[in-house]
């Protein structure tokens, strides 16, 4: 197995790239293709005497798409920016899949140019998961496909109910449309039309879910356009960060606050294991024909690590070749 990774996407490229992927071939195995400007690559890896005993290769790519950067427009003047070189790689079957910190348009439109889309699937999702009161939920699309339409949404519910069964092994995942009130008028056109095409078809459609009812676990898949669902995740995270610190502070404040802290460190770190965002790694684009995990732009090292293993560990179990299949499937329905 090889896993192609961005080593110029992200906030801290090529650092935080080079440094998380070579972790997760350590304690994972898997081959690792670094894609970008090579000289770049070589001054990081200088760090890490052990990367040739790894397997690890530098497949140069001279351009980058910067964050600010018009996604469409960089990678037709950028054709050998290092996303591009990354997903040719998946594309050519030289990769098993693609990581990748850079800009998320850039990854979306280099998938969805190269790889391609599933048959009855006319826009990608990403797919991240989101911690809930019992465990997590899937939230798509998260930034992918901004601008949406009804059917977009359908097909989302189709992806994400798929997704949870063939690859996180639910059994009748219940999906929910994100919404600002559970009954079935509320909300705009947008998610009124989406309610009812979603009502037609093979999913348990729970209706609409409010955000604070996918957090409380209401639902297993929770389906909302790109814009929204991204404003909910970065909502999230921010709400987190803020618990966190507040947390730290009142830890800090006393003497017996600390004691107790020291008491019960091994609950705070499941606490926080169970909110960070880097234990999840990535979230895999869904709806095109290849496995790529787009993760945060300022992903700490951790969370490049986590998402190579994720990446691999989708390729290893087999369920993201059982989801391609269904969905194979279910899109000959819908187109």
Known sequence: MRIAVDAMGGDFAPRRPVDGALAAARHLGVGIDLVGRESAIRDELIRH????????????????????DSAAQALRRK????????????????ANAVVSAGHTGGSVV???????????????????????GDGSAVLLDAGATVECRPQHLAQFALLGA?????????????VGLLSIGEEPTKGNDLTREAFRLIQQLPV???????????FQGAVDVAVADGFTGNLVLKMSEGVVEMVEELLKRELESTFS????YLLSQRAFRRFRRRIDYSEYGGAPLLGVRGLMVVAHGRSSVKALRNAVAQAARLVQQGGWQRWQQEIALSGKELS
Do not use: C, K, W
Not at 204 to 214: D, L, S
Not at 257 to 260: I, V
């Open 49 to 68: 005497p052990d990367a040739d005993r790894l397997g690890v290769r530098i497949v140069d790519a001279p351009d980058v798409v910067a964050m600010d």
């Open 79 to 94: 054709p050998r920016s290092s996303i591009m070189v990354a997903t040719d790689r998946l594309a050519s079957g030289d």
């Open 110 to 132: 280099a998938a969805h140019t190269l790889l391609g889309m599933l048959d009855g699937i006319d826009r990608p999702a990403l797919a991240p998961m989101v911690p809930t």
């Open 162 to 174: 798929s997704y949870a069964r063939s690859v996180l092994g639910l059994a009748s995942p219940r």
């Open 204 to 214: 348990a459609f729970v209706g609409n879910v409010e955000p604070r009812g996918v």
């Open 257 to 260: 606050s600390q004691m107790g």
